[in-house]
């Protein structure tokens, strides 16, 4: 017997030895009611000669190669045929919208993702939008991120999507609605507002539909996007993160924290060289001073010309 064949004959068994013992009973079964046919069809097997090339590939060591990198194929005439289809597509994919694919990107952002940019006039906005516990009314949410993050006037856009499903043959869209506040000026005006705006989105009975087939499923996402002005925002209270760190290299001093209205006469204190947790005394004594001195020059008589 030859190498080949008593390592064939090696395999065999170790292949067979891997075998359920249902296997094997059956085999065996099979060769007990007609052993001269199966021992004919494993000898045939056996003894059947491996051809020369077979023989000499296996007997030839195997030798390692060096890496030899493929170049990619290509890519010119598949750019130039994306670039005239892109061209000449009268519906190109990237203006069509699924909600699959809107679901996607709303999906891929956290519960609360921020969006900042700048809209064609120059005022800058900031955005941010929500997509889980849309059931429950957001105004405290809406007014945690414009307290942290808005210090001058601004309007709002307040927008949500939500799913109506068609109740004749089932099929489901998505139905926006945007509503604008005016300027706001003070955040208590901005609080009423976003309260009386989230009532009314989570007032089902007078939802907008396009027809009455269409019956609200759920809220989808929704939005708040402040527009800044440059205007100074009254009534902020104390100073974001962001601001009040720049105290604590000397770049500036945070005088946020008085509940006063000695904000002036205090800047003008602490500019004269007062320590900032020690200027209400001096404070006050500015405003004391101006306001004397206000009243005696309303006192003194004014010039009349005849």
């Known amino acids: 017997m ?7 004959e090696e395999i065999l068994k170790e292949e ?45 060591p195997l030798i390692p ?43 891929d952002l956290c519960e609360d993702a921020r969006h900042e940019g700048e809209e064609s006039k120059g005022r800058r906005y900031i955005r941010w939008r929500f997509i889980r516990g849309l059931e429950e009314d957001l105004t405290t949410n809406f007014m945690k991120k414009i307290r942290e993050n808005v210090v001058t006037s601004f309007y709002l856009r307040h927008v949500f999507s939500y799913q109506l499903r068609n109740i004749e043959d089932g099929t489901v869209i998505l139905y926006y609605k945007n509503h604008g506040s005016r300027w706001i000026n003070r955040l208590a005006e901005a609080e009423e507002w976003l309260s009386e705006e989230e009532t009314k989105r989570l007032d089902h009975d007078k939802i907008e539909r396009p027809a009455t087939k269409w019956e609200f499923v759920s809220f989808f996402n929704v939005d708040l996007k402040v527009v800044i002005d440059r205007q100074p925002l009254l009534g902020t ?70």
């Open 65 to 107: 190669k060096p890496y030899q990198p493929r170049p990619p194929p290509r890519q010119r005439k598949v750019r130039k045929n994306q670039d005239l289809l892109r061209e000449y597509d009268p519906f190109p994919a990237q203006n069509i919208r699924t909600v699959t694919d809107y679901q996607n990107e709303i999906l």
């Open 2 to 8: 030859s190498a080949v064949d008593q390592r064939f």
């Open 16 to 60: 067979i030895a891997k075998f359920d013992p249902a296997t094997l009973e059956y085999l065996e079964q099979l060769l007990a009611e007609n052993e001269p046919a199966v021992r004919k069809i494993v000898q045939n097997v056996l003894d059947e000669p491996i051809s020369q090339e077979t023989e000499k590939r296996l007997q030839k």
């Open 237 to 306: 209270g104390p100073l974001p993160d962001w601001l009040r760190n720049l105290a604590h290299g000397g770049a500036m001093a945070a005088l946020d924290t008085y509940k006063d209205n000695l904000c002036l006469w205090r800047c003008i204190a602490v500019h004269r060289g007062v320590r900032p947790d020690r200027s209400t005394k001096a404070a006050r004594g500015l405003a004391k001073s101006f306001f004397k001195l206000k009243n005696n020059a309303d006192r003194l008589p004014k010039n009349v010309s005849g």
